[in-house]
Structure formats: structure tokens, C-alpha cells
């Protein structure tokens, strides 16, 4: 299948430990922000948000932080399972409906 | 089926052919929008439609690419004279809303265009 992420900066991590992914944003003005993930040959996939109003949102098993002082995004992953290797995206709008995407970071979980 | 659909999945033009990508959206869905993702990136926002109605096509790289959804059910993208550099994932997202539906969008699994 085809690949997404050939040249992607690569989180490498022991399956049962945290991940961290991190993700710089550029617009100020950025309201609302998503994290995707994407696996080989998929489209993405909707896995947390966070409103600006907002520094920490907890999930199922995944935290995302928001720091706007330094635009800052991060997504952290408990107790990683290989399952969760693919590529993490964070996006940000500020009009509601045309996100923005980041570059991309890949995760791979060993064994 | 219940997922966003997309068609062709592999796509191999050579330089200079036009192409045709189609997205089924979910049934009911109102909006539709069209990204572009070079390999090792994120994607890039295209166009987006409410209905049959293209409110933005703010992304489109060139006057080479056009889109359609003439029934506000399926789109269609095109890309006239296709170059190397066009050569991408394609992929569609559908939601049901019209405001604020970033988080609310699902992708299909993207046509993936070679142009050689």
C-alpha cells in the first residue's frame, strides 16, 4: 500500500510506554484544533480536539495539551500499543470549516 | 457503504493527460471538501462545497484543477494537463453540518495520483 509518510520525523517507542507527539502551530488566531491519525493507505482519523479556551483534554487513553502562549500542541498516548503506530497530524481552524494541517510525525511501537 | 468513498484508489497519468477523481460522500451529508497531500505531509485544504454550491476554492494550485458537485452528492475533481508535481493523495471529507464541521469530518482513503 502506499506510504504517507516516507521523509516524516519518526517517534520510535517500546509497546506499554507513553508517547509524546509533539506540534507547533502557527496561526494565533486559531480557535479549534484537531489531532488525526493516518494509517498506511487510510484517510485520516479524528482521534481528540481541544477549543482554545481550553489547556487539556483527556480522552480514552490519549491527553492533548494546548499551550497558546507558544503555540504549542501536543498529543500523549498511554500505554502505546502497537495499534497506534501511524502517522499523528495536528490541524487548527479558525473559521470552523478549513483546517490546516501540520506536517505530520510517525510513531512506530515495537514489540 | 457507510464510509466515504473514492475512486479511482491508484491513478497513473502520464504528463499532459487529464484526469478525473471522484468522491462519494455519506449519504446526507452537506458539505464536502477536497485536500491535497504530497507525499510526507500533511494535507493541504483544496475546495469545499455546501450542497452543489462551491463556497471556497481558495486551494486550488491552478486554473489546471476544477471541481464539481453538480447534484450536492457526489464531486468530482479534475485535473487538466496533469505535471509531475500534481502528483498526490487526493482526498475527500464529508460532514453532515455546515458551520463549524472541522471536527465533525469524515476522510475517505484518498485517490493517489503518479503523474510520470
Known amino acids: 500500500g502506499e506510504s504517507v509518510g516516507l521523509h516524516l520525523p519518526t517517534l520510535s517507542v517500546q509497546e506499554g510506554d507513553n508517547s509524546i507527539i509533539n506540534c507547533a502551530y502557527s496561526?494565533?488566531?486559531?480557535?479549534?484544533f484537531i489531532w488525526y491519525k493516518q494509517e498506511s493507505g487510510k484517510g485520516p482519523q479524528f482521534i481528540i480536539d481541544i477549543r482554545s479556551n481550553m489547556d487539556k483534554r483527556q480522552g480514552q487513553r490519549v491527553t492533548v495539551l494546548l499551550n497558546k502562549t507558544v503555540k504549542h500542541l501536543s498529543l500523549q498516548i498511554a500505554a502505546t500499543q502497537p495499534g497506534d503506530s501511524a502517522v499523528y497530524f495536528c490541524?487548527?481552524?479558525?473559521?470552523?470549516?478549513?483546517?490546516?494541517f501540520g506536517g505530520g510525525t510517525r510513531l512506530m511501537v515495537k514489540p | 457503504g457507510a464510509g466515504v468513498s473514492q475512486s479511482p484508489r491508484y491513478k497513473v497519468a502520464k504528463r499532459g493527460q487529464d484526469v478525473a477523481l471522484r468522491c462519494d460522500p455519506i449519504?446526507?451529508?452537506?458539505?464536502l471538501f477536497w485536500y491535497q497531500q504530497a507525499l510526507g505531509q500533511g494535507p493541504e485544504f483544496l475546495t469545499y462545497?455546501?450542497?452543489?454550491?462551491?463556497?471556497?476554492k481558495s486551494g486550488l494550485p491552478s486554473d489546471r484543477f476544477f471541481a464539481e458537485r453538480p447534484e450536492g452528492s457526489v464531486s468530482t475533481l479534475k485535473i487538466q494537463r496533469t505535471q509531475q508535481e500534481d502528483s498526490a493523495v487526493y482526498l475527500c471529507a464529508s460532514s453532515r453540518g455546515t458551520r463549524n464541521v472541522a471536527g465533525e469530518l469524515f476522510f475517505g482513503e484518498g485517490s493517489r495520483l503518479t503523474v510520470l
Open positions: 449519504s446526507g451529508h452537506v458539505s
Open positions: 496561526n494565533s488566531a486559531s480557535d479549534y
Open positions: 490541524a487548527e481552524t479558525n473559521a470552523g470549516n478549513m483546517l490546516t
Open positions: 462545497f455546501q450542497n452543489e454550491a462551491q463556497l471556497d
